[in-house]
């Protein structure tokens, strides 16, 4: 009885060990990763720019409600790299932006993130 407990146990915890190992979506707040800000404006031209403009403030001439979000304000620049990857690859509930982990690559995504990074640089928000 005493060895069936422990062989239970043991199976239990790598099991366990098992599934904890690796980092999911909802764990990614924390996490960074460098990406290619020149790969990243490409994937940014052919995916991103219809609804977010060509400097980020939003595309003219489309009405989004709610619009999309100003990638160059810091609103967005403050949040955490894993923040926005979770938030391109999963998308933002009850707004146009969908997810897109079913067409670009986690590297992908990365590199997109290190290209809106290049949107904040130097932009200066107006009260």
């Avoid at 994937?43 to 979000?69: E, F, M, S, W």
């Avoid at 160059?72 to 146009?96: C, M, W, Y």
């Amino acid at each position: 009885m005493r060895l069936t407990n422990i062989g239970l146990g043991l199976v239990i915890a790598i099991v366990s060990a098992g599934f904890a190992g690796g980092v999911g979506v909802k764990d990614l707040s924390a996490v960074t990763k460098e990406g290619d800000s020149v790969s990243g404006r490409e994937i940014y031209a052919n995916t991103c720019i219809r609804c977010h403009g060509i400097d980020g403030k939003g595309a003219q001439g489309i009405k989004l409600v709610p619009p999309p979000a100003d990638l160059g304000s810091s609103a967005v620049q403050n949040r955490l790299d894993g923040t926005l990857f979770k938030r391109i690859h999963e998308g933002k509930p009850n707004t146009a932006m969908g997810a897109w982990k079913h067409a670009l690559s986690d590297d992908e995504i990365w590199d997109v993130l290190a290209y809106v990074r290049t949107l904040g640089v130097g932009s200066e928000e107006k009260p």
